[in-house]
């Protein structure tokens, strides 16, 4: 099983010297990155919490993202005055 392994990473290698253009003296980049590169594609797939939630978290997901779209405009307003002047004090305010 080894030897199909080091079979693998010198095919891999041998591939990225060749979509590299062929540079010399470079083959322990290219064998580390094969071996990198096959590591990373057997590994196991790992699943986030999002992807790990239930049915019914994903129904509720999908039924607030109905109520509140992305598109809906901030839900507050701009509390500045235009035209006001800096030096007299906003009304109710003690100065």
């Known amino acids: 099983m080894a030897e199909n392994a080091e079979t693998q990473v010198r095919e891999r290698a041998y591939l990225l010297w060749e979509k590299e253009g062929c540079l010399d003296g470079r083959d322990r980049e290219f064998r580390e990155r094969a071996r990198l590169l096959l590591g990373v594609e057997s590994a196991p797939l790992m699943i986030t919490p999002l992807?790990?939630?239930s049915a019914e978290e994903a129904a509720v997901d999908e039924a607030v993202a109905e109520i509140f779209?992305?598109?809906d405009p901030p839900?507050?307003?701009a509390t500045a005055r235009v035209g006001a002047s800096?030096?007299?004090p906003a009304p109710g305010l003690n100065g």
Do not use: L
């Open 75 to 77: 839900a507050f307003a």
């Open 51 to 53: 992807q790990a939630r």
């Open 86 to 88: 800096s030096e007299q």
């Open 69 to 71: 779209p992305d598109s």
